[in-house]
């Protein structure tokens, strides 16, 4: 099992999701998903509020939380730089078209994003701005779901560090 230390793994991981996030396909899909701080914004969402990604302005992403106009952003942005704008970007759940009624704080766009891939017969999923070694590959073609009870987080975002707030 490898360690939250083991820069080499997590490095070939953002490699890989960086190609996903500018709309290769080859390593794995890359999906959106509702993360757990806005699901239950989800029914009065009808659009999102984003900052300026990748300084091309805010994606226009309505409540079906198009895949493709993610990747079309993100292909824009060198790859090299693609996952560091992913922690930085922000989406806001909106009530409105005209995104002035917010429904919750800004997420991390990482936290919105779901990705699974395959490195030497383990399997790896990006859930929620977290990698998590799900274990062995198992060949599916059913859709990504949560990360099972006996997975290990491998490395987590800056962003999903719990704060006083939450931990209180």
Partial sequence: MHSVDDHTLVTALERRLAAA????????????HWPAAAARRAADTVAFRTNDVGGYGPIPLDRTLDTATVTTRFAKIPEFARTDELRQSR???????ELEELLTPPIPMDHWVTFETTIADRTYRLHEGRWHDVGQAIPTNTALSEPKSGCKVIWS???????????S
């Fill in 21 to 32: 996030l500018g709309g290769s396909t080859r390593f794995g899909r890359l999906g959106l």
């Fill in 91 to 97: 989406l806001i759940p909106c009530a409105d078209r």
């Fill in 157 to 167: 975002s800056p962003a999903c560090a719990p704060t006083a707030k939450a931990m």
